[in-house]
C-alpha cells in the first residue's frame, strides 16, 4: 500500500490504540448535545467556590444544583478534550472529534506511522493545534525573541482590512 493519511488521534487518544468497541462508541458519538457553556461553568464555579467561603441563598443553593446536574449529564454524555485550557471541564466541541491526522503505511500487513519526519502528526482541531501555546510560544521564540508572548484574542477577524 502507498502512504495515506489517517487519523492519528480521535477525540484527544490515538487511533491506533483503541479498541474496536471504542472506535465504534467514538462513531456513534454526537458533540455538543449535553455541553455546559462558558457562562454555566463560570456560574457553577463561582458558586462553589462561594458555598465554600460564605454559604448560599436558598436560590443560588437551587442554581447550583442544577448546575451540577447539567456537569454529570456532560460527564456522562460527552468525550473529554486533553486539549482545550479554556474551560475548567473541557469537553470535545468537533464534529466527528479527529484531533489529528499521521501519514501512515500497511507494509508487512499492519497499519502504522511512517518512519521518520513524515510521521509528524498533523493536527486539525484548534483544540489540539493550541495545546499548551506550544505554537504562540514557538512563533514568539522565532519571530519575537519572546517564549511568552503576550496574546490577544481574536474571535472574529472579518474586520481586519489592508491598508489602503
Known amino acids: 500500500m502507498a502512504e495515506r493519511f489517517h487519523i492519528a488521534e480521535w477525540y484527544g487518544r490515538p487511533f491506533l490504540e483503541l479498541t474496536d468497541v471504542e472506535r465504534l462508541r467514538f462513531a456513534d458519538h454526537k458533540v455538543g448535545g449535553s ?3 462558558k457562562v454555566e461553568i463560570s456560574r457553577l464555579l463561582f458558586l ?8 448560599l441563598t436558598d436560590h443560588q443553593t437551587k ?3 442544577t448546575l451540577r446536574t ?4 456532560q ?7 486533553p486539549f ?8 470535545c466541541n468537533k464534529a466527528g472529534g479527529v484531533c489529528s491526522l499521521q501519514l501512515v503505511t500497511d507494509d508487512g500487513g499492519t497499519i502504522e506511522p511512517v518512519a521518520g519526519e513524515k510521521s509528524m502528526v498533523r493536527a486539525t482541531c484548534p483544540s489540539r493545534f493550541q495545546q ?6 514557538r512563533i514568539g521564540e522565532d519571530l519575537l525573541g519572546d517564549s511568552d508572548p503576550a496574546q490577544l484574542e481574536c474571535r472574529d477577524l472579518r474586520d481586519l482590512r489592508a491598508p489602503n
Do not use: S
Not at 462553589?48 to 454559604?55: M, Q, R, S, Y
Not at 499548551?132 to 510560544?137: A, E
Open 75 to 81: 460527564r456522562a454524555d460527552e468525550l473529554p478534550c
Open 84 to 91: 482545550r485550557t479554556d474551560t475548567a471541564y473541557p469537553t
Open 35 to 37: 455541553a455546559m457553556t
Open 48 to 55: 462553589e467556590e462561594k458555598l465554600a467561603a460564605t454559604g
Open 63 to 65: 442554581r447550583l444544583d
Open 132 to 137: 499548551d501555546n506550544t505554537v504562540f510560544r
Open 70 to 73: 447539567k456537569l454529570e449529564d
